[in-house]
């Protein structure tokens, strides 16, 4: 797993001398000082598991708690989690009761309730919002997850996504034999770019807990377009996306309910050109799971 000498300069301040601050954090210092082997070993998780056998991993693990635990993004006390998250932070993070309408933001109580006056304004049936983005600590959470590559963070976000659905009256609803959980995709080059999607690690995770089918390769993301967050007109974010999904193998998604996850909702562009592209492949209804409303 990544391991907590990385996390955030602060902290590494705070816990290293400058030498090994370099060592560890430079690449530039580590090609220097350290061989590519053990350079391997000390930074990825993947590399440690081909390099090293079990035993040898548990040790270095250990040795890693031990002399750079983790500390919390947000409070900075030491943390006994393997997240940088602390238990106090952590529920300090409120979460929503249910589902509601993607447009006038009403409850859904209810999965055979529709509301009229909404119908033909959006293609999701419903949307779920874990939590408030005006949260500071989970704002800082998923900025941490997301642009500092801290994949530990999928832990608490997916613990808080996963509470949400056992909370949901709406959800408890829903027939389970015929959903399908589907993460918004990244393009390949971002992807690559920061080295996973957050919104499938998370996916992944309520799939396995809810005993559901997910599949990440069936919407794809065909066009590498700019960032919605650095747009901040509504209609510009709308064509910024327009095209950009594209289904594979559709006929496998006739007549199924979709629960299509993202990490934040803005103005809803990007989660509404998915569901439009989902929905001409027959799916039955496209339901949006969201950590945050921005």
């Not at 030498?19 to 000082?33: D, E, F, N, P, Y």
């Not at 350079?39 to 079990?54: D, Y």
């Not at 971002?190 to 990440?216: M, T, W």
């Not at 910024?240 to 934040?264: A, E, P, R, W, Y």
């Amino acid at each position: 797993m990544p391991h907590r000498f990385f996390i955030s300069s602060g902290v590494r301040k705070k816990v290293l001398p400058n030498s090994t601050r370099q060592v560890l954090i430079s690449s530039g210092a580590r090609k220097k000082v350290l061989p590519n082997s053990t350079r391997q070993v000390l930074i990825s998780s993947g590399a440690r598991k081909k390099v090293l056998p079990s035993r040898t991993r548990q040790v270095l693990n250990f040795l890693l708690d031990l002399l750079f635990p983790w500390q919390c993004l947000y409070c900075q006390k030491e943390v006994e989690n393997d997240f940088p998250l602390c238990q106090n932070c952590f529920h300090q993070i409120a979460i929503f009761d249910d589902f509601i309408c993607p447009v006038c933001q009403k409850r859904l109580s209810n999965s055979k309730q529709k509301h009229r006056s909404c119908q033909g304004k959006t293609h999701l049936t419903a949307l779920g919002i874990v939590s408030s983005y005006e949260n500071s600590i989970l704002k800082e959470t998923i900025h941490f997850f997301k642009y500092k590559q801290i994949k530990n963070l999928v832990q608490p976000l997916s613990l808080l996504t996963i509470q949400f659905l056992k909370n949901s009256f709406y959800f408890s609803q829903f027939p389970k034999n015929n959903l399908l959980i589907i993460p918004l995709p990244l393009h390949l080059r971002k992807k690559k770019q920061r080295g996973f999607n957050q919104s499938e690690l998370i996916a992944k995770k309520v799939a396995d807990y809810f005993h559901l089918p997910i599949c990440s390769d069936i919407l794809l993301r065909i066009i590498n377009n700019p960032a919605q967050v650095s747009m901040k007109n509504a209609n510009d974010r709308k064509l910024n996306i327009q095209g950009v999904f594209q289904i594979k193998n559709g006929d496998n998604l006739k007549h199924k309910t979709i629960i299509l996850v993202d990490d934040v909702y803005t103005t809803g562009a990007t989660m509404e050109e998915a569901a439009k592209i989902l929905k001409q492949a027959k799916v039955k209804q496209v339901i949006g799971l969201v950590l945050a409303k921005g």
